[in-house]
């Protein structure tokens, strides 16, 4: 059974930074995308990065560009964002995810993804 587990939410003040992690497990993900997703109270789910877990391409929308980063650990099985200059429009309920069939155009669409975690909430305060 695919588990996707998040940690490491939590409440910053603004300008400071943040570590998600996600565990994932019960397959092999060597061929699957993983990305992060966000959802603000009352908005619609978010695309925030995504990486490939084969050979580390990575992709940003413009909103967390420059102050986001991805990366997966190999040996731990593990997929981390780094969350820096947080702001408050960053606060939401993180979600990690993963994708068998995810394409450079598809990769930021929530349908594309097939196992989701349950999610961690950042709170970045003005």
């Known amino acids: 059974q695919v588990q996707l587990v998040e940690s490491g939410g939590g409440l910053v003040q603004a300008g400071g930074s943040l570590r998600l992690s996600c565990a994932a497990s019960?397959?092999?993900?060597?061929?699957?995308?993983m990305a992060w997703f966000r959802q603000a109270p009352g908005k619609e789910r978010e695309f925030v990065a995504s990486?490939?877990?084969?050979?580390?391409?990575?992709y940003y929308p413009d909103s967390v560009k420059g102050r986001f980063t991805i990366s997966r650990d190999n040996a731990k099985g593990t997929v981390l964002l780094q969350m820096n200059s947080l702001k408050p429009e960053d606060t939401g309920v993180y979600y990690c995810a993963a994708s068998r069939s995810a394409t450079l155009r598809s990769v930021l669409v929530e349908s594309t993804y097939d196992y989701w975690g349950q999610g961690t909430q950042v709170t970045v305060s003005s």
């Open positions: 990486i490939r877990w084969s050979n580390g391409f990575t």
């Open positions: 019960g397959r092999t993900f060597s061929y699957y995308a």
